[in-house]
């Protein structure tokens, strides 16, 4: 298919449809309302149901439901509406139901959110944070393959950026290889043969079939994700070999911090960026590579300071790591904060270079 | 041990038959539970209709979430008070699945009011039951949004009162007044005349819901002595003369 001018939430959507989703569910929220739009446009023609909930926590909740039934299924919000849905977030994480969660979150101030999680119970969710449209293409189709793959909920990383914004972008389907069936899904056919089926975050089983209960399967769950954090480790890195300096960024915000890194090296100064693409797991052992010579760690992010904790453990003392951003709002239309700007990020990091001396 | 050897008295063999589908009699509920006789229901209603190879059921959270583990159907076992959001979503999916919810009043009335009432708005082709004690039995016997005036719990310690406490929520009667709603019933299970009624109930619910009428739904009184501090065999009588006096029984819409 030849490449298309397309607004990042059509494009979304179209991307989620060509991997065969076929539920989805929302409940208006800038700048997620455009997804939920688009699929609402986009999803009847392809065979599938588009809901209006009416709120977030039903919308997340008939998304699960779809899921269980063996649907490829998403859902979405930002901020406040996300959440209201960390309940079934973890839910699903722990009754190992899988669907894609499109957080269009208003900035960068809701990491934590993604990353920490505001459920109960031992869970993690993997969590990909596109840097433009193209990228938020091929990570929707990722998602749900990465979704079906573990058995869990994942999760988005967009913004207004990401939401709004046109690119021309090709939206193919992509295959990623072969999954284990979903003959965990629950259609109701096996009634009365004594094969009936349970989807349950307890894990009791059936009286002629007992589960491995909570403890086991909880505890599985928990290996689970350990193997995640070791397999599915995603980022970007550039000119962090001889670099002195070392800039860490994620989502859109990465891109206006290349182009920053890219003048000052025009300029002598030795300076890398480095991108988690992945916020969890995060890709710790990397990083810490990217910033072998380095004698600072610089962080950019638009909020009072959250991917900086996940920085400091993974640099572990080797060098000060120090924050450029801020708590930054505004109100242009993609609220992303005035300082998100090359001369802004570009004079700042030339004056934490002069102030944070090594 | 066959049936000549039982050490049971005649009088009690009624209680070794399962229900169809029931893959085991052991439960952890109380003694006088209404419960187990709501699950009977359901499940013979499920049998007699040869629902059981399409039959999906939603559950909540209560003393009836052990259901998952006896029957032979496939569950889905759902957080407090979202089941109806999930099974629309299973509904969906699966259209011409029976798909029902079983929930408790705190799972209905208190955490998933707004559930209930959207899908019933929507019309969603499912059967909903509430099974509704008026207490949180699961917890050891708190108030609910259905506890009637009056009624001694652990957090109304001196009977529910209006001026403390507000009044119970009719779910049934919200249910009703909305239109995607095609068939709502309130029964009982505290004497054979209501347990017949009520199974009646369920049938005609899971008919409509699957002519595509529309939501049905089913509330059901049960029994609760533990929950509400009396003897055990002192449960049918207080379901009668308290419960049944907020809760009228019969068909409100449909049917």
């Not at chain 1, 839910?91 to 499109?102: G, H, Q, R, T």
């Not at chain 1, 992509?174 to 003959?183: A, N, Q, V």
């Not at chain 1, 962090?240 to 090296?265: H, K, M, N, W, Y």
Request: with cysteine.
């Amino acid at each position: 298919m030849a490449a298309r001018l397309l607004q990042g939430s059509d494009a979304v959507a179209q991307a989620a449809i060509a991997a065969g989703c076929r539920f989805f569910s929302g409940y208006p929220m800038l700048p997620f309302t455009d997804l939920l739009e688009s699929m609402a446009r986009r999803m009847a023609a392809a065979g599938g149901v588009c809901m209006n909930a009416e709120t977030e926590i039903e919308a997340v909740n008939m998304t699960l439901g779809a899921a269980a039934a063996g649907a490829r299924s998403a859902t979405g919000s930002c901020g406040q509406g996300i959440a209201l849905m960390q309940e079934a977030i973890a839910e699903a994480a722990l009754n190992e139901v899988p669907f894609v969660v499109f957080n269009m979150a208003r900035g960068q101030q809701d990491y934590f959110q993604a990353t920490r999680g505001g459920g109960w119970g031992d869970y993690r969710t993997i969590c990909l944070a596109p840097k433009d449209v193209v990228e938020a293409v091929e990570h929707t189709q990722l998602l749900f393959h990465l979704a079906d793959q573990y058995r869990s909920p994942v999760m988005m990383y967009g913004d207004y950026l990401i939401s709004h914004t046109y690119m021309s972008v090709e939206v193919d389907p992509i295959d990623f290889g072969p999954l284990p069936p979903k003959d965990w899904a629950l259609d109701g056919s096996r009634g009365g043969t004594g094969r009936s089926r349970q989807i349950w975050t307890w894990a009791m089983g059936k009286a002629n079939d007992p589960g491995p209960g909570p403890d086991l399967h909880w505890q599985r769950i928990a290996e689970k994700f350990d193997g995640v954090a070791r397999l599915e480790q995603r980022w970007e890195s550039k000119w962090c070999d001889d670099a002195e300096t070392v800039i860490v960024s994620f989502g859109t915000a990465a891109p206006f911090v290349e182009q920053v890194v890219g003048e000052l090296r025009d300029d002598g100064v030795r300076v890398g960026t480095f991108r988690p693409i992945s916020l969890w797991p995060f890709p710790e052992k990397p990083l810490a590579e990217a910033c072998a010579s380095a004698s600072r760690v610089l962080v950019f992010e638009v909020n009072a300071g959250q991917m900086i904790d996940d920085v400091r453990l993974a640099v572990a003392g080797r060098a000060p790591v120090t924050p450029l951003g801020r708590v930054s709002i505004d109100f242009s239309g993609m609220r992303q904060g005035e300082i998100l700007t090359v001369p802004w990020i570009r004079d700042r990091v030339r004056q934490v270079i002069r102030e944070v001396t090594v | 041990m066959n049936d000549s050897q039982s050490l049971l008295p005649p009088n009690r063999k009624v209680a070794t038959a399962l229900a169809p589908l029931q893959l085991s009699g052991e439960h952890h509920l109380c003694p006088g539970c209404g419960h187990p006789v709501a699950w009977r229901l359901l499940l013979e209603a499920i049998s007699e209709l040869h629902l059981e190879n399409k039959a999906i059921g939603v559950v909540g959270h209560g003393c009836y979430t052990n259901i998952v583990q006896l029957a032979d159907i496939d569950f889905l076992q759902c957080l407090h008070g979202r089941a109806p959001a999930v099974a629309t979503g299973v509904k969906r999916v699966h259209p011409d699945a029976a798909v029902f919810t079983l929930q408790g009043d705190g799972d209905v009335a208190s955490e998933g009011l707004a559930e209930i009432l959207h899908t019933a708005a929507r019309g969603e082709r499912i059967t909903a039951i509430m099974l509704n004690n008026g207490v949180f039995g699961d917890t050891g016997g708190q108030m609910t949004a259905a506890s009637v005036v009056g009624q001694r719990t652990k957090t109304s310690l001196d009977g529910r009162e209006p001026e403390a406490h507000g009044y119970p929520v009719p779910v049934a009667d919200l249910i009703a007044s909305l239109p995607g709603a095609a068939y709502v019933a309130r029964g009982a299970v505290h004497n054979a005349g209501s347990i017949a009624k009520t199974k009646r109930y369920v049938k005609k619910a899971f008919e409509i819901a699957a002519q595509g009428d529309g939501f049905t739904f089913v509330e059901v009184l049960t029994m609760c002595p533990t929950g509400w501090f009396l003897p055990t065999a002192d449960g049918p009588d207080y379901l009668e003369g308290t419960f049944e006096k907020t809760f009228p029984l019969g068909v409100l819409k449909g049917g």
